[in-house]
């Protein structure tokens, strides 16, 4: 029970005191209140909030919930894009096929590696760019109002400009190591099947580590000065400082920031799908193009679905952990 | 005299309510306008508003419809997406709402929709249409599934062998007419003309071109067939090529990057997607590359550029293999007729405009393709036109795309060809796979 309430009488699980903190008996209507007046009320109260809340409810059940559960059952069936209106129940058929599927394997590994290493590189190189960004020196608010500017271009633009800065003629990267005599590493980065991997990783934290950044910046600045100068006077060295008031004070901001890349990352097709369509040799292949692919190559519409169900039970599983993790802090 | 506040109040609000019920009313106007309106609802992604659209379209298009289409008639102004993939997809998921009435599209896209049920048969206002005998046969047979015509063809193209003269020249080298002729050629320049690689490929995953290119090779291996064959009796499609025949042409992609050092095609540039292989074509850092018209536009981005595509450019049937067949990917750009169009005779009145003379002549110069109409080929344009006569000779020996799902095989089909250019397995295995993938297609009911 929240302290903004003011019911009138006591809720039925907690026993009425018999007098008053005066000394005086409790009036009998209060001690002993009608039956099912506690509920009468509370209802008469939350059905007023609810009311309040019913539209937006409902545009969330309509665009969330309505499509998720269509998704599922779709998934159970052979429905295709091309016929959607003849379909066959096929229990868990596509849920074997796609098990049995060495490239979706391949693309659910490939989601929760790069989700995995984006994610914890990107926590830990947003905390040291902020812990640079936070330092008062003349111009950091022009670095501060630059460092974003990756993470606001459209994400088209950054891999068109990847692209262009890795052409294995044209590209500056390749022109760069010809011009220093390092002509040997030259190579069409993202058809590289060693390098495509590593280069949709990078592109990844070129956009997010900068957003990571101010966002903890922001936090770290609402930290009490106290707490420092009290750690300081009491001996403990800048690591300690770090590890005992400031990480501790960022858990909250860091949990969103990761809940939010976590699916961000792995929900992601725009990296992959526009620089290396999956390639080469699904060396990049995740779970969103290969779905992509089954989808609107193959109109597979219940296979596909299918694998947006194992998509989204992945993210709901993910999700979860990392706030048992960052959670885990508090309780600490 | 003073007001009373709560009248300054409401006039307040009024100031800010009363431009606000405008907007809104207009809004509303708006929207009801489109849903009731009359106008034939055009896709036409070169002309899209929406995307980088040759401003010459847009031009006849305003100028030319209200006067060729009849008295009330007009068209939506936005022309749909800018991409044909979005077009597709937005085409297949509301097409059967009536809108968009006209779809002007890719051939992949029509055998979609004609799978979908989504576009009608043209052929009874076709057969009565006075320029029905203009547009060349071949074009139309593109476009016709079991019997029937659904679309009208604007714009066509085939793949051909841009070659180098100046360089072949250099090193006393002849067009390459034979496979082997062509790795030779191309491996010698790679070795002796620096920076310059012999031959220039599109590999990227999720390319059309790396499958165009691909497949262009493949109809020469298979005797100008498609890898998969209809049975008219049972009306069930069945794979009509063999391990060995896919696993030829996947030696000639192994031959091209592993052959002789340097080989032929450079190995850095596996991966490369159409835009890498057209800029490296004509900034002169390949030397052949199987092509379409269209590079020629680029002519107009500097001096160099120029210089190849004008001066020391030259245009030759692809190359053929031991016994083979003449044959290369043939592009058809169709126009449909949405099934569920409320105003079909509108909307055909719409297609026949965009399939005129006028038009298809004014288009294919425009975008540098070949005409599929023969009173445009005969324009002094095109028929003085050393680029456009050289495309146009070879049409005859374009083939078609099956009229099956190619989505998922186009996927086979570039990662086959992937595992051999960056050596996970050796061509003939690799043959042997590929052609099991198309069997499983077949059996799945996935074409």
Known sequence: ?332 | MRFPLIFVYSSNIMRIRFPLTCLVAIGLVSTAASVFSKDIDLWFIPMSTDGPQKPGLLQWAKENFPKDLPKGVAVANNYGPPVYQDAQQKFIVQGRRGKPDVIEGVLEGMIAFQKAGLIAPLNDEFDKWADKDQFVPSTLKALTINGKLYGVPYNTNVRVLLYRKDLLQKYGLQPPKTWDDLVQAAATISAKESGVAGLGLTTKSGSVRTFQEFISFFFQVNGGENPFKLDEKTQKWSVNTTPEKLGQVLQLYEDFYFKGSPSAANQNTRGNDYQATDTDYYSGKSAMVPMGPWIYANRTTGDVARKILEENTGVTALPLPPGGTQATYLEVKPIMLNAASKDKGNAWEVIKTLGSKEFVAMDNKLEGVNPPRKDVAELPDFKNDWWQQAFTAQLPTGVALAPVNWGLVVNDMTEALQKVIYKNKSAQDTGKELYNALQQRVQNNQL
């Open chain 1, 1 to 332: 029970m929240g302290p903004y309430r003011s019911h009138p009488v006591f809720p039925p699980m907690l026993k009425a005191p018999s007098t008053l903190p005066t000394g005086r008996a409790v009036p009998a209507a209060i001690a002993k209140p009608r039956p099912g007046r506690y509920w009468i009320t509370r209802l008469r109260e939350d059905a007023f909030g609810y009311a309040l809340l019913a539209p937006a409810l409902l545009v969330i059940l309509g665009l969330n919930l309505y499509p998720t559960i269509c998704g599922f059952l779709t998934s159970f069936t052979d429905q295709s894009l091309l016929n959607p209106n003849t379909w066959n129940w096929v229990g868990l058929t596509n849920y074997v096929k796609l098990f049995n599927d060495s490239v979706f394997r391949l693309s659910f590994a490939h989601s929760l590696e790069l989700t995995f290493i984006a994610v914890a590189l990107q926590v830990i190189l947003g905390l040291g760019v902020a812990h640079l960004l936070i330092q008062k020196v003349p111009g950091i608010h022009f670095f501060r109002s630059v460092g974003m500017i990756t993470w606001v271009l459209p994400i088209i633009t950054s891999v068109v400009m990847f692209r262009f800065i890795t052409l294995p003629n044209a590209g500056f990267v390749n022109i760069l190591l010809r011009t220093v005599g390092l002509g040997s590493f030259a190579r069409n980065w993202f058809g590289d099947p060693g390098w495509a991997f590593a280069l949709v990783l990078i592109m990844h934290l070129w956009r997010n580590i900068p957003f990571y950044a101010i966002s903890f910046m922001a936090a770290m600045q609402a930290i009490p000065v106290d707490l420092y100068e009290a750690a300081r006077i009491d001996g403990a060295s800048a690591w300690k400082q770090f590890w005992h008031i400031t990480l501790p004070n960022l858990r909250y901001i860091m949990l969103v920031m990761v809940v939010l890349h976590v699916t961000f990352t792995l929900n992601n097709f725009d990296f992959v799908f526009l620089s290396t369509g999956g390639g080469p040799v699904n060396a990049t292949e995740v779970l969103a193009t290969y779905i992509y692919k089954q989808a609107w190559n193959g109109y597979a519409l219940g296979y596909s679905s299918a694998g947006g169900v194992v998509m989204l039970l992945v993210l709901v599983l993910a999700v979860f952990l990392c706030r048992k993790l960052i959670g885990g802090m508090d309780a600490k």
